[in-house]
């Protein structure tokens, strides 16, 4: 979805703003007095951290954006550009509704991720938590206790008001949920077959 797509090109731009400059990982430190992920080779990994990052130190960014550029004086051109287009993101209905969404749902994959990646369980047991994820990510839809909150934002921040801002959350939520929800049962729909090579294994 395009949606997702320019969600996760922002929080690229954010992981790769501030190792860049030191002057700007200084300011990181001191108001969010946390660095953002770096990167990384493994997307699923990168996406998850950054928008748990991102999530929950929001309101420090906007403070920190909003910082370089009240004080223009000391950053060049490209940086207040760079804050200025930050800020309009981390307050925009779309884009904070999103991450939301994604914080909410890889809070349950990274569990299902961890049980998966561990030789501890056997196949029947990883294979119900895959159908517990997603009867817990479809039993939740598409407006979970962490996304109604932003249906209570002021509607100058959803463009069209509030109901834009309903049509969006159901409907993009439910495609990221769709789409989610269907990939990972084709990823394990021949679980039969896996089950009996399971059970010949040494």
Known sequence: MKECWIVFS???GLAAFFPRS??????LDEICQRRLPRVAPTRRNFNARSVCTVSNKREELKELFEHIVDHHDDFDQDNIHSADGYITHLVSFEFCFLLSTFSSIFAHSDVL????????????????????FCSTI???GTLSQCTRPWLA???????????HAE?????????VIDNLLTQLRDRFKDYERLMFLALIEP
Request: contains cysteine.
């Open 10 to 12: 922002h929080l690229s």
């Open 22 to 27: 030191p002057k700007r990982a200084k300011l």
């Open 113 to 132: 991720f961890g049980i998966l990646q561990s030789r501890e369980f056997d196949m029947q047991f990883c294979l119900n938590s895959v159908e517990d």
């Open 138 to 140: 479809k039993r939740e």
């Open 153 to 163: 934002k002021p509607a100058s921040r959803a463009p069209g008001g509030h109901r």
């Open 167 to 175: 049509t969006f959350a159901s409907g993009t939520s439910s495609g």
